[in-house]
């Protein structure tokens, strides 16, 4: 190695840092996690509640089921690309047992990010970056800020936005279309 090479990160570095630490590894650096906001916050635990009751459940229980959905757990994209997505989720067909271990290193089927000021440009650049070249088919992008959410399906010359909705709209968003999602829900709209 160079003198002037840095060294890439890789799960092995994470696990070495102390218990608590919401730290990820972005292009082979080590990046921390901005500490949530409450909009931040609450917008993922919204989706994850929305989404994980009705497809959680095995098909018949209740919802269509038929996925894994967990938050901020460590998915390895690559040696030097270990992220912890806000929520993220796995078809059972492809993985019948639920996701374990750390990192998990099954590629995820949706991945969604809610965006946080400080590290946006890590959701829209380079993970989003990842994501493709790794094939993840669904990429959602939450936005408190802007009260927006992006959904994004890949294809082999990039992904494809195949929604964008705003407070006030209820929507039928892939890949969980059986189910009607209030987007104010996400931002704090009790009544949506």
Known sequence: ???GARRLATSVD?????DGSRAEVIRGAIV??????AEHGDAQSQLAVLIKG??????GGGGPGGWWILTEVEVEFGPHEIYRPDVVGWRRDRMPQRPTGRPVRVR???VC???SPTTAKNDLVDKLRTLQATGVPHYWLVDPERET???LRWTPEGYLTALVATRGERVHAEPFAEVELPVGSLF???SA
């Open 54 to 59: 009705p497809f959680q459940r095995p098909p």
């Open 113 to 115: 990010e809610v965006l």
């Open 1 to 3: 190695m160079s003198q």
């Open 149 to 151: 959410l992006t959904v």
């Open 108 to 110: 995820p089927d949706w």
């Open 14 to 18: 994470l696990a070495d840092l102390p």
């Open 188 to 190: 704090g709209d009790e």
């Open 32 to 37: 921390e996690k901005a500490a949530p906001s």
